[in-house]
């Protein structure tokens, strides 16, 4: 008993962390700017310990169940600690963008960052590493679909008529994942795994890592009670953010990285592993899964919600962000159409990451 409460130490960090934060909340805001960012940023790591923990029981349940459920379940794991931080982020002051910002950002960050530098790596350990390409083909189109449908047919959309697109994009969204679980967990299971129904198809592919011992019911309390504690801390942490960042200068889709960082760290590490393990086709379900995930599961709860308020979102992106998004699909669509990534295809994915980075600095 002892041993595996120790192992959820960084629960215990996260709940001191979440304490010490209410009781000094007001305090610390008429500090000034300087301690209230450091106590923010605080907040951060602690809630990004946090999801290192739901992460790891996510991967514990995963492998339990292997692909493509095991990938399924970890990248709805990260979209559920980044809907959470997003809904109570709303509930304060925030730029009206933050969910367009927040769903670019998890993308360019999942597709660019964490594609790329696991191809880089891994290319550069192993040369080409195989993965199953009707995945990849899966993910993309459906992306395209996805973002397109959300973030780009809204800016044509009259304003009085807002809330009927919205309805209509939630019944979209939803319709697009229903079928898509069907595909991933049904006939069609074979497109997200290295498990082939034709042999001949692909050969030999290495197999992926098996689970731990521990049982389910911890796993699944774990990441429930990591949830409720990642609420308490974002809470805390949006309004420290908030006050620190008002008048600073500070590029405006800062917060949107913060909250797509804090879902995508869990997934960077274990996707690192698995390029590194030659498990390129885990950190294509892990990259794409979690881009299809941030956006076809964030936009309904989003809009839903704007929906009950009555205060609409703007979800129509930048020209900036359209252009990124399109050249990072274009190229995702080139790079994984042959079963096989390299070193190569790692580096343009990540130059474009670093475009990502640059053009937030620059405030577009």
């Known amino acids: 008993m002892l041993s595996s409460l120790l192992k959820e130490r960084l629960l215990f960090v996260g709940l001191a962390a979440a304490i010490i934060a209410y009781a000094t909340e007001h305090s610390l ?20 310990l946090v999801s290192t923990r739901i992460a790891h029981h996510a991967e514990i349940l995963a492998s339990k169940v292997g692909d493509p459920y095991g990938t399924m379940i970890l990248t709805l794991a990260a979209v559920l600690v980044e809907v959470v931080v997003l809904a109570i982020m709303m509930q304060g002051e925030t730029s009206p963008t933050l969910v367009r910002d927040t769903i ?7 597709i660019n960052g964490i594609l790329g530098l696991a191809a880089l790596l891994g290319g550069i350990r192993h040369g080409e590493q195989p993965y199953n390409d009707d995945s990849a083909r899966t993910y993309g189109v459906m992306i395209l679909t996805a973002m397109g449908i959300s973030m780009v047919v809204p800016e044509f959309v009259p304003r009085e008529s807002w809330h009927v697109y919205s309805a209509f994009t939630i019944g979209a969204m939803i319709a697009l994942y229903a079928l898509f679980l ?40 774990v990441i429930i009670v990591g949830v409720v504690l990642i609420g308490a801390l974002a809470e805390v942490m949006s309004v420290l953010l908030g006050a620190g960042l008002k008048g600073s200068g500070a590029p405006p889709a800062l ?42 599961l964030t936009v309904p709860v989003m809009e839903a919600i ?23 699909l274009i190229v995702a669509a080139i790079n994984l159409n042959d079963g096989e990534t390299n070193a ?21």
């Open 29 to 48: 805001l008429e500090m000034g700017r300087l301690p209230v960012l450091v106590a923010a940023f605080a907040l951060v790591a602690a809630i990004i």
């Open 104 to 110: 670019y950002a998890a993308v360019m960050l999942d």
């Open 182 to 221: 069907r595909m991933q967990v049904g006939a069609h299971s074979y497109f997200f795994s290295y498990a082939y129904p034709r042999a001949e198809r692909k050969g030999s592919l290495p197999s992926e890592a098996t689970g731990e011992s521990e049982p389910a019911t911890v796993s699944i309390v």
């Open 255 to 296: 917060m949107a990285v913060v909250v797509a960082a804090i879902s995508a760290a869990p997934e960077i590490l274990t996707a690192m592993r698995a390029a590194l393990a030659n498990r390129m086709q885990s950190v294509v379900n892990i990259a794409m899964g979690a881009s299809l995930s941030t956006v076809i």
């Open 306 to 328: 704007a929906l009950y308020t009555g205060q609409p979102f703007i979800m129509a992106m930048s020209p900036a962000q359209t252009v990124m998004v399109a050249i990072t």
């Open 344 to 364: 190569i295809e790692g580096m343009t994915h990540f130059i474009l990451f670093a475009t990502f980075i640059m053009l937030t600095l620059i405030g577009l």
